[in-house]
Structures are given as C-alpha cells and as structure tokens.
C-alpha cells in the first residue's frame, strides 16, 4: 500500500513573507524522494471549512501586521476544531505569525491587541518603538527524540514572547522569544512554534525528518525507518553558517 | 557664509578623493551632512528636476532619462552611479554646484532609494516623480513594503508636481489618490504580454484593495502581481492611460506606442515598463518622439543589468537581482529562450544585500527549460544549491562553488549559453570574474 502524509497549509496567500512555502517543499520532498505520497491542500478566507483532526501536518507561516488581524478573525471560528486536533497528535508546524496566533493574544506596536487562538497560554507584545526587531541569524539547540540538535535559522520579529512554558530550543547565536533571551520558541511532541525562518526545514533535514517520522509513526502505527537520503549541500551549509556564527 | 564653507570644504575633499583614486559617492555628502544638516534645502535650483523611484529598476530607468534629455540637447546632473540614498544625492550635488549652491543644468535626474523620498524632497524642490513598481525586498533592512509605500503616499498628500505611474502595479497606483487635488497624475501600462499568465507565478504583493479591502481581480498577470488588475467593489484600476505599450514582441525587442513603433535593448517585459516611463518623462518635457525612439534604441548600461557579453563564443546574459522579483524576471528570459543552458547563480549575505536568504525561497526554479547545468556561488553558494534542489532539479547537476573563479571556471566548461543571476553585492565582482575569464 502506497503510504501518503496530508498536509493543510494555512493562508499560503497571506501567510507567505518569508519564503516560508519552503518548508512544505522541503517536506514533499523528503518525502517523494523515499517514494511516499505528500498530498497538501491549501485553505484561505472564504474557502470551504476544513476540519482539522483529518490531516497529518498543519502548517502556517508568517505575515504583515495588518493581515494578521485579518486572519485571526478566521483562524478563530475553528478553535474547537484545532484543539481537538492537537490532542489527537495532528504536528502543528507554526512558524513566527503562527506562532504567535496560537498564544493568548498579540499586541502590536500601536496597543492594538489581536486575540489570538488561546490555545497555549504564552503571549506576545510589540516593542512600542517599531524600529527595534530581533532580527539576524540565530542557531538553537533542541532535543528531538533524545538526540541534541543545531537548528539554524533566521528570526525577524518585532513581538517579544513571553510564559512560554516549554520552549523549541535554548539560544547558542541570536535573540530567541525576546531580545537577548535564553530560550526560543514553543514544542510539544507535535507542536512547533518558533520564529525560525530561512525557510526553517531548508537547513534543518533532521528536524524535518523528525516531523516526517513523527507524522509516519502515527498514522501507521509503526516504527518508521526513515531511508537516508543525500544532504551533501545541507551539511555543507551547515558546516559553513555554524563555523560562521561560532565566533 | 555656513553653506559657502561647506561645498567648499566638498569640493576640495572631492577633489582629494580623486586624487587617491576614490569616486566619493557616499562619502562627500555624508560629511557635508554632519558639517550642515539642512545643507540640502540650501541650494539654488532652476534645473527641472525628474526623481525615479521602485524596487527595481531605478538606475535603468534613471539612466535612461538622462541619457535621453542629454540626446536632446539639454544638460544634466544626475547620480547616474546609483548612490541613491540622502548622502548619495548630496554627493551629487556638492560635486555639480557652484560656490554659492546653483545648479546651472537644465534638468537634474535622480534615482532615489524608496525610503528616501520623503526625506530628500522635503527641503529640495521636485517636478516630476515616477514611481515603477513596489516588491517586497530585504524585509531585514527594510521591513514590510506596506510601511514603506505608506510613507510615500504621506509625502504625496502634499505633492503637486507631475506623478508618473504604473497603473499595472496596485501598489503604485493607489498613489494617485495621494492628494486628490493633484492633476498631474500620468498613468502607463502594457498590454498583455505572450507569457502573460491567468495565474500569479511569482510572489507578489498586490492582493486586497488598498482602499475597501476586497480582494483584487486580475484579468492577467504579466510577472509577479504587475498586470491588469481591478478591484470589483470599489472599481480601483480604472485609470486613464497617459501612455500604453501594446504590440509587445521581446522576441524582436520591439513595442509600439501611439502608432509608433520603438525599439528597445532588453528583451523582457519590465524592462519595456522601464521604458515606457521614459517615454512618459519625455513626453511631458515635450522632447522630440524622433530623439526618445533613437535612445531606446541605443541605451545600454553595460554594467550587469540585462547586459550580453560573448565570452569564448558563449553569449552570456547577466542580471542583478537583488530579490525575488529581480530573480524571477531573469528566469522568465531565460525560459522564454528555447536553447540549451547553463545557470550560474551568485548569492552573498553581506550588509548591503540584507543578511536574510530566505527570499530565494519565493523565486520560481520550477520547471526550466532546458537548463543542463546550475552552478551556484557566494558566500551562500549552498543555500542557494538547496533551493534548486528542493524545486527538482536533479542534485547531480548543481554544483556550488564558495569561491566565484571555481564557480566561473566551471560555467564555462561547456559551451552552451549561459545565464548569470547575481545579486547586490555579487554582481560586480561576478561580471568582472567572467570578464577575466573571457581573456585568460
């Protein structure tokens, strides 16, 4: 039986700044390439509801301020539905926006507050001065399945996240949730939240197979060996950024 | 007596800076700045003075105008170099004026970094603006195009002069509504062009009205979101056309305007953009159409734009593209161009490019056509490999090179056609490593 991985991409029209459409290509191919199916449907505004708990992989990336309000309207009327979702052990991969999204509330810049999904209790304020941003190349560690791993990234946020109670990783070059801060990001055994851009999975294939597993394991019910595949560039990359961003 | 000393403290350090070999283009403005810094509203000016202002195609655009008006007859100042920041223009400015500031030309033209617009003219008095296009680009340095357009519309509120727009573009036609007392609002657009798509291909900005918010309707796309655009509750994207291109053939890099038919230098469809504003320019100056259609006949910049060079019996074209739009325009060329080739790609991450990559991710690598080689370089010569990777292209045939004279070497191996992409800070040093290959 041929085995296939469903993946909901959220708002790609509006949640697309970063290049952040990368980290499904990224994805699909790690798929395709040990001969499974990636099947990835798209939802926006006025789009036909979707229901959540049926995918294997929810993914949302990031936006403008403005349009960010536009979506957490709509994000919102599915809140049950997501919830439901996450506790059945469908990975969320929320990248910046998000990520922000799926906490208590965003304040932005202005005081404006954009409520957000309220699923995870961490939340986000804009620093009142808009010039000030995290923004650069940032290398984290995180622990996946045991296992101590570099993610390197990039970060462009203006929001400081705080009361995150169980972060993605801890901060070796960069800011993290808040400036200067020790920790980045939000996981749980199938919820990533961060704000690691670049796209994220590009230069990352452990932790993209670590979610590729993940989403395998639990459909099948079954221990998955995932195939090595040739990252020849991905580590090259890697090797030359970590040697990079070391000093 | 405060001004006086200033340009003249300028234009002896201009001087200096000559004599050890440096052009100056920043730095005689920027000190000229902190000596007086409201020296740029102290000027005496008579010239017309014309500003360009986009994403992309400021210096082509800008060039263009002045080599024109220089075809006409008239004199010109202008930062032809592309120093377009505050202390770039005052450079300029410095190195082109009397003791007592006047300018004595009959036009000065600048191309002027979106950010700096409002600031620049604020204090220095401006005739014409064009605005070409808005693309999201180095939102690391810059941030969202939104914040940026916005700050520009805030300066038009209380802009009479001429505005030449693309109407094509949503963003920079809503500018027109600026400051609704302004009459002098010139509109081009092109007609739909052979590749023109009923879809969005590349990443673009122009989805929601700027004015009701409904989602924008698109009649087509000529690249990115630049096409026929309307909006269906509020009826934005109506304009009147001061000067339309139609009859758009790149292949023979010829277009025809009010019956007349021009031949231009590049062969894709924003470089006829580009020069359809020029033709705007021109003619609100009322230049001869004769001198314009000779002009966009033998205007090149020969400087890494779109430019051809034959290296070891292989055409090359170079383009710079400093971000996804800049990137895509270059692979729609080269698709649209049915022989074998070779793609080179110069990424670097220095200062001036912005420190962050992941806008390759929205440059479209999908599907090209007859591409048997792509070789990548720069100092993020690896990212750059993932992408085409991760797009389909077979891993066998990318080869990445930190080091660009490996990269060059290795472009030319075969002899196919070959395309260079290199962006900001990659560019020059790209063009003059394959024009060092070409005579080794």
Redesign the interface.
């Known amino acids: 039986m041929e085995k296939k991985l469903n993946i909901l991409y959220l708002y790609p ?2 949640l ?7 980290n499904i ?2 994805l699909k ?1 790690r798929l395709e390439k040990r001969n499974y199916k990636c099947n990835i449907e798209r939802y926006s505004i006025e789009d036909n509801p979707p229901d959540f708990t049926k995918y294997d992989l929810v993914f949302a990336g990031g936006g ?3 349009e960010q309000d ?1 979506l957490s309207k709509d994000l919102i009327k599915y809140k049950d539905n997501i919830k439901e979702a996450i506790k059945y052990g469908v990975f969320f991969l929320l990248i910046c926006g998000a990520y922000q999204l799926f906490g208590k509330y965003y304040k932005d810049a202005d005081g404006t507050i954009i409520n957000g999904l309220n699923i995870f209790p961490y939340y986000t304020e804009a620093i009142n001065d ?1 010039t000030k941003r995290c ?3 940032i290398v984290i560690e995180a622990t996946l399945n045991n296992q101590k791993e570099k993610i390197i990234g ?1 970060e ?1 946020h203006g929001g400081q996240t705080s009361d995150v109670f169980s972060p993605f990783g801890t901060v070796l070059y960069g800011n993290g949730n808040k400036f200067g801060d020790k920790y980045e990001g939000f996981f749980l055994e199938n919820v990533i939240g961060t704000y690691l ?3 994220l999975l ?2 990352n294939p452990s932790l993209a197979d670590y979610i590729i597993k993940y989403c395998l394991d639990r459909k099948y019910n079954e221990n998955t060996e995932l195939e090595k595949l ?1 990252d ?3 580590n ?2 890697r090797e ?1 950024l970590l040697n990079r961003f070391k000093k | 007596m405060y001004k006086i000393f200033t340009i003249i403290f300028a234009k002896i350090l201009n001087i200096f800076l000559k004599i050890i070999g440096k052009n100056g283009g920043n730095v005689i403005g920027k000190i000229a700045l902190k000596i007086n810094p409201n020296i740029l509203s102290k000027f005496k000016v008579n010239s017309r003075v014309i500003a360009v202002t986009a994403t992309n195609g400021k210096t082509s655009t800008n060039n263009c105008i002045r080599y024109t008006l220089e075809k006409a007859g008239f004199s010109v100042v202008s930062n032809s170099e592309g120093n377009n920041m505050e202390t770039g223009i005052l450079s300029t400015l410095l190195k082109n004026c009397t003791l007592t500031g006047k300018i004595k030309s009959d036009y000065i033209c600048f191309e002027v970094d979106e950010s700096y617009v409002p600031k620049i003219f604020k204090d220095f008095k401006l005739d014409t603006l064009v605005v070409l296009n808005f693309f999201r680009d180095q939102l690391d340095r810059n941030g969202e195009v939104e914040t940026l357009i916005l700050k520009i519309n805030d300066f038009l509120k209380n802009y009479n002069g001429n505005l030449v727009l693309n109407s094509d573009d949503p963003n920079v036609s809503r500018l027109s509504r600026a400051n609704p007392n302004n009459n002098n609002i010139y509109f081009f657009s092109c007609d739909k062009y052979k590749y023109a798509t009923k879809k969005i291909k590349e990443a673009g900005e122009g989805k929601f009205c700027p004015f009701c918010k409904t989602k924008l309707e698109y009649e087509y796309y000529q690249y990115s979101h630049i096409g026929k655009f309307r909006c269906p509750n509020c009826h934005y994207g109506e304009n009147e056309i001061y000067k339309l291109a139609y009859n758009i053939d790149l292949k023979n890099k010829k277009f025809d305007v009010d019956g007349i038919t021009c031949e231009t230098t590049g062969n894709s469809i924003y470089h006829i953009y580009n020069n359809l504003a020029v033709i705007c320019v021109c003619a609100i100056y009322n230049i001869e159409t004769e001198i314009v259609i000779n002009s966009l006949k033998t205007f090149s910049l020969n400087n890494g734009r779109l430019e051809e060079l034959n290296i070891k019996d292989c055409p090359t074209l170079i383009n710079l593209a400093k971000n996804p739009t800049g990137a895509n325009v270059s692979l729609r060329i080269l698709n649209e161009d049915d022989s074998e080739k070779n793609l080179l790609f110069v990424l670097n991450d220095n200062i001036a490019d912005g420190f962050d990559v992941s806008w390759i991710w929205d440059i479209n690598f999908n599907d090209l056509k007859n591409v048997n080689r792509i070789i990548t370089s720069g100092t993020r010569a690896y990212d750059i490999a993932i992408r085409v990777k991760t797009a389909g292209f077979d891993s066998k045939k990318i080869y990445p090179f930190i080091n660009l004279d490996e990269a060059v070497k290795k472009l030319y191996e075969t002899k196919n056609k070959k395309y260079v992409i290199a962006n900001y800070t990659a560019l020059q040093p790209t063009r003059k490593e394959i024009i060092n290959y070409s005579k080794k």
């Not at chain 1, 697309?16 to 990368?22: A, H, I, N, T």
């Open positions: 029209d509006i697309e700044l970063y290049g952040d459409y990368g290509q990224v191919y403008a301020d403005i536009i808009r923004i650069g190349n990039f462009n851009h670049g796209p590009s230069k040739d020849t560039f991905e090259l990359c030359q």
